[in-house]
Structures are given as C-alpha cells and as structure tokens.
C-alpha cells in the first residue's frame, strides 16, 4: 500500500523539547502503523503559526505541536498565561486528566482542529544580573524582559518588575549592555541562548507553564479510517506522560550542567502565589480566558 | 467602441492614481508608526503594543496592492534580453502568453486568498483591535487587480493596440 | 510525477524567466503550476502562505532604509561626503578613483543597495574623472565596483534578506559586515593606485589639514547616520526595523531643515520610490515564500545538500563549490531572489559542515556583490555605464582588474573566517 504522509508542523526549533516529543512520537507512530510516513517540520518551515492553525482547518496541514498562538483560535487556553498556576509537572497531569481538559478542547470545536493531547514545554525561570529572587519584593524596579504579551506584562508590573517587551533575538545584547536587567524563558532556552554569559542569578520561578497543543487537522483526521484516527489519537495521549518525565529529567540535568555558570536559586512560591491571586479577577485574564473556564481550573487545582 | 475605449483609459487613471496615493501613503504610514514606537519606547518609556505586529501587517498589505501598481507601470523586476532579440510577432505571442499567466496566478491569489482572509472574519490582531481581513483582503484586492490588468492588457496586444516592447518587465537596470 | 519535482521546477524557471515574465510572477506561476499538479497538495495553501511571507517586520527596515537611502540620494548628501573623501586621500595618484572608492565607503554606510551607491556617487563622480582626464570605462569600473560595498558594509539590503531566511541574528550580520567591507575598500584603493601609476593619472592637489577639517565639518552631520545606525543596532538599543526608522527620520531632518535640498514634493516622492521598490521585493519575497513552501514539502533542499555532501564531504571543497555556484549565479540572478531562493537550499549544507551562519551570510554576499558586477545581469554596472555613457563591452577591461581584487577579497574572507566572526565577537560577544 502507498505510505500515507502525516506532516506535523511546530513553531519551535530543532533541538528544542518539542522536537524531542515529536520524534519520539514519530517513533511510535511508525511502529503501530508501518503504513505511516510521519515527516516533523519545525521552525515554522510550512508557514507562520497562525497560517499552519488556519491551514488545519483548511486540510493544507495535517498537524501541529503549537505553542501560544492558540490563543487565537481558543481564547480558553489563555488560562495558561494566569501567574503561578501549577507549582510542578504533575499538577499539570492533574490539570490534564480532569474536565478542565475537556473544557479546553471543546474549545476547538468547530475551528477545524482536534486537541489530541498537551505535552510538556518546559517550567520558565527568571534570570538576572542583579539579585536573585526569592519573594516578590525581589522583583522590585528590575527590568525584566517578556514576550509581546499583554498578560505577561501584567502579570510581571503587578509584581513591582518592570517589563519591557523586547524580540528574542535582541535579548542577548539587552543583557549584555545592561538595556534590560533581566529576561524569563525555560531554562533549556536561557542554556541554549547563553544567557548564562550575561546574567548572574537564575531563579526558578515556575512563574508560568505554558504546555505545547498536540493538535490533529479535522479534514486530514477525517480522511484516515476510523482505526488510523483512534490509534493517532491515542498515541498522542499515551505520549504525553513521557514527555513530562523526559522534560522533568532534562530540566534537572540542565540546571545541574548550568550550576556551574549561573548561581540557581529557588523562590517561595506560596508568596507569589499569594502575590500575583489578584490577577485571577482582573478582567484582564478573566474576559479573555472566561469564567467558566478560570473557575473550572481553580476548583480543579483547590485555588481559593 | 471608442466610447469603451474611453471609459477604460479613464478607469485606468483613477485606478494608478488611486494605487500611487496608496503606495505613498503607506510608506508614509510605516514611517510615522515605526517612529512613534521608537519614541514610545526611549522617550515615553512605555512600548507600544502593536510596534511589531501592525508594521508587518501593513507591509503585507503593500505588498499585494503594490505588486498589481508595479504590475500597472511595468516595474516589475525580470529578464527581458532574450525576448528582445526575438522577431514582433513571436514577441507578440510570447507577451499574450506572459499576460495569461499573469492573470492565472492573479486568479489564484483572488479565488484562494479570498477563501484564505474570509476565514479570518471576525478574528482581529493580537494587539490592536483591527480586523485581520482588513490586511488579508489585500490578497484578494490585488490579485483581482492583476486579473483586471493583464486581460485588458492581452486585449490591447491583440487588437494591436500596444506594442509587445512596452510591456517588458524592467529590466535591468 | 513521471518526472522529478525539481527538474521540472529548474526548467519552468528558466523558461519564464527568458520569456519575460517578472521575477515575482515566475516564482509564483512556478510555485502554483507545481501545487495544481501535486494531487498530494491542496491549492488553498496559495491563499495563505504568500501573505505569512510579506507579513514581515524584519522586512519593514529594508523599506525604511530604502527612505533614508532616496533622502540622501535626493538631498544631494553625496556631494558633502566626497568633499571630505576628496581632502583625505585626493593627493595620492589617481586622486579622483580614490576619492570615488572613500565616498562610495562612506555612503555604503547609509544606503543598504549597490544601485543606490552607484546613482548617486556615480551622477557626481563620473562626469568629473572625465572632465580630469581619467577613462570613461575606468571611471564607470571603479564606481561600479566600490558601490558594492553598500550590501557589504552595513546596512545591507542582502544582509537583512539573509538574517530573515537564514534566521539568524541582523545584529551580528551588520557587525560581521565592517571588515569585509573595510578589506574590499583596501584592495581597490591598491589596485587603483597601481592602475593609476601605471596610466599617469593626475592628483588633486597636496594634502592640507585645514581642508579636512573643513570638509570634515560638513560631512560630519550625514557621518552622524552610520554611527546612528551601528550603535543603535550593534547597541541592542534598536531593532533594526527601529533604526531604518530613525535613520529615515534623520535623514530628513538633515536634508529638510539643515540643508534644506528636501522639498515636499521631493519628500513624496521619496515615499513613493521607497513604497513600489518595497513592493517589489515583497512581492517576490511572497511568492518565493510560496515555492519555498512546496520545496520544504518535498523536502528538495535536503536532497541537494545530501546530494552535494555524497560527492565530496571535504569542507573545502564544498565550500569551494558553493561559491563558485553562487558567483555564477549572481551573474544570471537578482540579489533578492539569489538569497530568498538558493539560500534555504544551500543552509542545510552549511549547517552540516559546520560553517558559521553569520559567515557563510558574507561570503553568500560578497559572492552575490561580485555577480552584479558582470554581465548578463549586471544592475550596477549598467546604471554607471549609462551615467558614463559608454557601451557595457568597452567597460569590461578595467572592471575585470577591479572585479580580481574583489575576488582576493572573497577568497581571503572564506579562508579566514575570523576577518568576518572577530568583530561580532567583540562587539557582541557571540
Ligand atoms: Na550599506
Ligand atoms: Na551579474
């Protein structure tokens, strides 16, 4: 029989976790289902995020690991970008085997796309040249660089920062030059960008988790038989506890590699937690996430 | 027909006119905007939201419109050595042919990128409340823009109306 | 298929591009003859990736800096700055080719394309090494080839083409830029100067300080940009869509209101040249996007470089071949649609030898600077011919000495890799 081909696109870049989970994936895949041509782009090599998103929908793509631009298509998962939500990976499996999941991928209904599982990214840690952080009165007047994110803005003025939205490619200089103070991101990112060379305290800050969307195409899905699509669907799913454990080990043997280069630190999360609750009501997150949705997340997380 | 004729030449000048202001304007625009960002950044001390997302945006709007302009004046970027060495009337057959072509693609741009940007009705840019199909309209816009261009343009080879000469792309230079 | 995907994509490019159609069109027409053909693909996708590949910020600076280039062209800004050039090295022998190459340098540091360079300096500095006795062919040659150090040193059109496909960092590009540029300045001062003895050509007069500093004066207000523009980037203080902004604001201040060389109706104009020049690279970018697109789904540029690498895997060798591919490819293709087309397949190559992105960007550069340089496709040459008035034949004998010296530049920038990686390094510590 002639192969078929499923494409699966991420935004994220060769090397990074996503395209560890999506060989191991493939991997699989192909050893359930021989007739299976499983072909990974990364790096936005078939289109920007946003044009890959409304491509499932189109049939134009098969697949995507996708990071934040779903955000677009499902304002629910902006439930994401709330400030100190999970504490560590298996809340997130918590989070992921309960009804808020459900309520997220129904979300998807009627986009064009299926939400067949989240995976990891990766926890995000603050680094900076000036103090290492420890409660949120550490975060006072520093300059700390974010995404073009108006949450993540938010999320980091409320806490006494100063955020400067500012291009990933520029931050490496930022630092440098001392323009910026500080910058966030996975530590996977902060060791591959060498922010180490620039910045002298990391803090584990676990600020925010973002998980990547395994999503599948309705038109594509549609085309398989039901077998191919079930079996698609639950490998997708069966993969998503390895990813946490692989992303758990990976991140520990970074932070041991960068131990050496960076003084590493943790912070007490119950006060920022404390700290940042207030944005849980602030129409900011709440009318672009929804009630409902928030709600849901609290409960399930036992969020008061 | 030469009342045609004249309605043509006359929709002909609104529509260069209409595409030269655009083209002004936009750059104008970008100008301006990228400006204020850097103002809004060192001077203000507060960064604007849109500063990367809405320039891109209107750049790819320019782009489409421009490309039918272009189109229009014949500024387009080509080759043209080897069809000038050629005799008038392979040149005249090569040029209709060129104008099909033209035209298909533009089709293509108008049908698909229609598709395209009517799937986006209702969604608006991350970080400034403008609708997405204000920009990806601009796909549509200018591929039915090259259409209307390339077909007047073949009838005018083929009644001999212009020369094939004169609608060589630039070349080079 | 009964035929392989990219033999058939080779011949319909050829094919259009002989026929005349624009570039922009044959990538698209090309691109869209494929997907209809591919039962595997569906046509929607032409409706959505053209616009994700003019949806670019990157690409707003190449825009701005074209407004600041035309500012400066149409402020008359390159008489200021020969000036200068003139009272620092016009008492050497072959003063006025000197001159011609210092300002060309000079103003490589504000404009981002060679075509630019060579109508500006060229409208000035041609009619005058006539008026002195030099050879209008020399005179062209020498204008032609020092104004490819505008896409060398930056800001550089190419270079910001480069970072976009390559994905890598326009800071470290820019700063990779200034000693290549510096070492192609050097070399045609030399092989002018020997030229110069050789044919007896004249001086401008003996040196005096007071004259530098006089000049100097002048010029020092547009210098002001370059510095601008290289802090600004190298800095991480602008994006380098922010300083293609603030180098167009500048620009416009200093030819508005210091020189006052800027009318209103000067001013739209400029907008308008910057506006449809822009649309015409977009329009090419979009449509190479879209092709760029089908080779990826096909998985062509991996193909080529395994291609390539079961040949020979032997660094130099490759790299050998690269160039020569690329300078033979200048002569025939545009910078634009060079670097937007062959870079993606040539990248992964680089990659797995190891050679350094920001490297292989400046000899990609200098290989595609030297292709302008000759015919058939040759921009550069043919707008300082046509401001010479000369046939492009009679040009080709000093241009060859120039196009050498040029060459012992690219060559001395592969072999050293340092000459292009030190002052990021420094610079940037990357
Ligand atoms: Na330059
Ligand atoms: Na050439």
């Known amino acids: 029989a002639q192969a078929q081909v499923l494409q699966i696109n991420s935004s994220l870049p060769e090397g990074s976790f996503a395209h560890a989970f999506l060989l191991e994936f493939q991997e699989r895949v192909e050893a359930e289902l021989p007739s299976m041509d499983v072909q990974i782009f990364m790096g936005n090599t078939l289109g920007s995020e946003e044009d890959v998103l409304q491509g499932l929908g189109f049939g134009t793509h098969h697949a995507s690991l996708s990071a934040s631009a779903v955000v677009q298509i499902n304002p629910r998962t902006a439930v994401f970008d709330l400030p100190y939500l999970f504490e560590n990976r298996d809340q997130v499996q918590d989070f992921a085997a309960s009804p808020a999941f459900d309520m997220l991928a129904e979300g998807f209904e009627g986009r064009g796309m299926v939400l067949a599982a989240l995976w990891d990214n990766g926890f995000r840690v603050i680094t900076n040249s000036v103090r290492p952080i420890v409660t949120p009165e550490d975060m006072n007047g520093l300059r700390i660089r974010t995404p073009t994110s108006r949450q993540r803005v938010a999320m980091f003025n409320t806490l006494g920062a100063n955020a400067t939205p500012l291009s990933f490619g520029e931050v490496y200089s930022g630092l440098d030059q001392g323009v910026i103070d500080g910058q966030e991101n996975p530590a996977q990112i902060a060791d591959s960008a060498r922010f180490y060379e620039v910045q002298d305290y990391m803090s584990l800050s676990n600020h925010v988790y973002l998980p990547t969307f395994m999503l599948f195409g309705e038109p594509w899905l549609n085309a398989q038989t039901p077998e191919v699509r079930e079996t698609l669907l639950r490998i997708a799913a069966e993969t998503a506890p390895w990813t946490f454990a692989w992303g758990d080990e990976t991140d520990a043997r970074i932070l041991e590699e960068l131990a050496d280069k960076i003084e590493i630190n943790e912070i007490d999360f119950d006060a920022f937690q404390a700290a940042a609750l207030p944005l849980y009501d602030d129409p900011l997150f709440v009318d672009a996430i929804g009630e409902d949705m928030i709600a849901v997340t609290r409960e399930v997380l036992g969020l008061e | ?173 | ?430």
Not at chain 2, 17 to 34: E, K, P, Q, S
Not at chain 2, 145 to 172: F, H, S, T, W
Not at chain 3, 11 to 30: C, D, N, S
């Open chain 3, 1 to 430: 298929m009964f035929l392989d995907p990219g033999y058939v994509i080779l011949i319909l490019l050829i094919a259009l591009l002989l026929l005349g159609v624009p570039i922009g069109y044959v990538l698209g027409i090309t691109a869209t003859v494929m997907i209809v053909l591919d039962p595997a693909v569906m046509p929607m996708i032409i409706g959505l990736i053209p616009f994700g590949g003019a949806n670019n910020y990157l690409l707003v600076a190449a825009l701005l800096f074209m407004i600041a280039g035309e500012v400066m062209n149409q402020g008359r800004i390159a008489e200021k700055l020969l000036a200068f050039a003139s009272s620092l090295v016009g008492h050497i022998r072959g003063g006025l080719a000197h001159v011609n190459i210092l300002t060309s340098l000079f103003f490589s540091e504000i404009s981002g394309t060679a075509t630019s360079d060579a109508a500006a300096i060229g409208s000035v500095m041609i009619p005058q090494m006539k008026k002195r006795g030099y050879s209008a062919a020399f005179a062209a040659a020498v204008t032609s080839t020092s104004a490819t150090m505008a896409i060398i040193v930056p800001p550089s059109l190419n270079l910001i083409l480069y970072a976009y496909v390559a994905n890598a960092s326009i800071a470290e590009l820019f700063a990779a830029g200034i000693l290549p540029g510096f070492l192609v300045c050097f070399l045609l001062l030399m092989t002018a100067y020997m030229i110069a003895v050789v044919k007896g050509f004249p001086t401008e007069g003996a040196f005096s300080f007071a004259r530098v500093l006089d000049t100097g004066k002048d010029a020092a207000l547009p210098l002001t940009l370059p510095i601008l523009i290289l802090v600004g980037i190298l800095g991480g203080i602008f994006t380098a869509t922010e300083a293609g902004a603030v180098a167009a604001l500048w620009s416009i201040v200093m030819a508005a209101l210091v020189y006052r060389t800027l009318n209103w109706a000067r001013f739209v104009d400029t907008l308008r040249i910057a506006g449809k020049r822009s649309a015409m690279l977009m329009f090419i970018v979009a449509t190479s996007t879209l092709l760029g697109w089908y080779l990826t789904n096909q998985r062509i540029p991996q193909d080529i470089a395994n291609a390539i690498l079961g040949i020979s895997e032997n660094y130099w060798v490759v790299l050998l071949a690269i160039n020569v591919f690329f300078l033979l490819a200048g002569t025939i293709v545009h910078g634009t649609p060079a670097i937007l087309m062959l870079v993606p397949i040539f990248l992964p190559l680089a990659d797995q030898l190891g050679i350094d992105r920001v490297h292989f960007g400046l000899i990609i550069t200098i290989n595609l600077g030297i292709g302008q340089q000759t015919p058939p496709v040759a921009s550069v040459v043919l707008i300082t011919c046509s401001i010479a008035k000369i046939s492009i034949g009679k040009i080709v004998p000093p241009l060859m000495t120039f196009i050498g010296a040029m060459l012992v530049a690219l060559v001395l920038v592969n072999i050293f890799p340092a000459i292009s990686l030190w002052l990021p390094s420094v610079i940037l510590g990357s």
């Open chain 2, 1 to 173: 027909m030469n009342r045609l004729e004249g309605a043509i030449l006359w929709l002909d000048r609104l529509m260069c006119r209409a595409l030269d202001v655009f083209t002004i304007i936009v750059a104008g625009v970008l100008l301006v905007l990228l400006n204020y960002a850097v103002f809004a950044r060192f001077i203000l001390n507060s960064s604007v939201s849109w500063g990367e997302e809405l320039p891109a945006h209107i750049l790819a709007m320019l782009t489409f419109i421009g490309a039918a302009y272009l189109t229009r004046t014949n500024e387009h970027l080509g080759f043209d050595s080897f069809v000038r060495i050629l005799n008038l009337g392979v040149q005249r057959i090569v040029l209709c042919l060129n104008q099909i072509l033209m035209a298909g693609f533009g089709a293509m741009l108008f049908w698909y990128g229609g598709k395209a940007s009517l799937s986006f009705t209702g969604r608006t840019l991350i970080s400034v409340d403008l609708p997405m199909i204000l920009f990806r309209g601009a796909v549509p816009l200018g591929g039915a823009l090259i259409v209307l261009i390339c077909l007047v343009r073949l009838v005018a080879i083929i009644i001999g109306r212009v020369n094939p000469g004169e609608l060589l792309p630039e070349g080079d230079g």
